[in-house]
């Protein structure tokens, strides 16, 4: 197991922090607690069909990953300390040079790689009122900046976070992050951009925040992120839900405006992104229709494998090339009205065009996805939960037509 320089400081600290506390003022560092381990089996099978990957056929790996988790409370007085800890290991069960790349191992095409990797870091946390600074090991969930875990093992950054909540229904967030632990790799690596390939900086600044009102109906935000002498790009967003009669409506509305930043290491940047997504609910189903627009000169740029807040960012496309319009449409239900709680489902269809792809052509593209997920509520095997995610691409841009099935298997145990 790999642990960066930076995490063995921080946890090192955060031991020597504690370790030197009088007994009495850890009473809520060790109450607050908790802890868990994740044991998460991924097999991966990407028919490539005709794709660009000429001389191969598929991609198909299967693996084990046990993922640990730890969060602790704060010690009593003004000023709190605490230390969040995480850990990962995948192990390979199946692969082949010939069918390696599926970004579960890290490995790649005629290279079917080690058979196990790891990762460990920790952050020491600072608590103030209702002010927290973590620096070390960060997974951020932001609309700005959102870590990805679509493989398994999650995405880590090295950095620090600072949020704030000291004003009912206004958050706020800002930090640095410096480096970044790619979910298939055990090295802590520059930060590098999604659309802009070979580009990389040591630096993402990101601040913002939210405010709730409209008695918790409404949600407004406002954040700015900069991938340092790459890009910088200004978010706003408005999210709101409507109760009518036994109906829930919603509407998600998001707005980018993405340029080049400082030495312009990717060139001249232009493009304005408008993400609209609207739901409704009743009972067990919810209906979404979806749009994005990715208008300018260049595609959207956000950071490599993180989860874009953009309707269109799907099981593989994410619809975000230069001049691209896409429309959805989702189908959700979950079936504990129907006396399953536990399974739910999810259909949906996104087409995209506007965008020019090879030799002139008018771009088209669309994807199709289906997701069925179950999780044991309760017995001897509570939180055993399986998962099925089966996509179909076609598309006469680079990407070409896949098939895609992933099948998830994970059971998480409470430690604390």
């Not at 028919?47 to 993922?67: H, M, V, Y």
């Not at 390696?100 to 990797?117: I, K, Q, R, V």
């Not at 109906?217 to 009669?245: C, F, R, S």
Request: proline share 3%; glycine share 10%.
């Amino acid at each position: 197991m790999t642990t960066t320089p930076l995490a063995r400081a921080v946890a090192l600290a955060a031991l020597g922090t504690c370790l030197t506390l009088p007994s009495l003022a850890q009473a809520e560092f060790i109450k607050d607690s908790k802890a868990s381990i994740e044991a998460r089996n991924f097999y991966m099978n990407r028919d490539l069909r005709n794709s660009t990957a000429i001389q191969q056929s598929k991609r198909e790996e299967w693996a084990q990953g046990f993922l640990f988790k730890a969060e602790s409370g704060f010690t009593e007085g003004t000023v709190g300390f605490g230390l969040d800890a995480y850990a990962g290991v995948g192990l390979k069960l199946d692969s082949s040079d010939a069918r390696a790349g599926t970004n579960l191992l890290p490995n790649s095409f005629g290279n079917e790689g080690p058979d196990s990797y790891g990762e460990a870091t920790a952050a020491v946390k600072v608590k103030l009122s209702n002010t927290v600074l973590k620096v070390g090991g960060l997974m951020p969930k932001l609309p700005i900046v959102s870590s990805g875990d679509s493989r398994l093992l999650p995405q880590v950054f090295e950095g620090a976070m600072i949020t704030s909540q000291e004003i009912a229904g206004l958050t706020l967030n800002g930090g640095q992050l410096r480096k970044t632990n790619f979910r298939n790799s055990t090295n802590s690596e520059d930060i590098s951009a999604t659309n802009y390939t070979g580009v990389v900086s040591d630096r993402y600044n990101f601040g913002g925040g939210t405010y709730l009102f409209n008695s918790g109906n409404t949600t407004a935000g406002l954040w700015y992120g900069e991938l340092q002498d790459v890009y910088d790009q200004k978010m706003y967003n408005l999210i709101h839900t409507q109760p009518i009669g036994d109906w829930k409506l919603g509407a998600n509305l998001a707005y980018f405006d993405s340029s080049e930043n400082g030495r312009n290491l990717a060139g001249t940047i232009d493009n304005d992104l408008t993400s609209l997504m609207l739901s409704a609910g009743i009972g067990a189903h919810t209906f979404r229709l979806g749009y994005q627009d990715s208008n300018g000169d260049n595609p959207f740029p956000f950071l490599n494998e993180t989860d874009p807040a953009i309707a269109s960012y799907l099981q593989i496309l994410d619809f975000t090339r230069a001049d691209e319009t896409s429309w959805q449409a989702r189908y959700d239900v979950n079936f504990a009205t129907y006396g399953l709680p536990g399974l739910t489902a999810f259909v949906r269809y996104v087409t995209g065009d506007g965008f020019d792809a090879a030799g002139g052509q008018n771009g088209k593209e669309w994807e199709r996805d289906l997701d069925v997920s179950y999780t044991v509520q309760a017995g001897t095997f509570k939180n055993l939960a399986f998962r099925w995610r089966n996509a179909m691409v076609r598309s006469n841009a680079s990407i070409g037509d896949l098939d895609e099935n992933r099948l998830i298997v994970s059971y998480t145990l409470p430690l604390l």
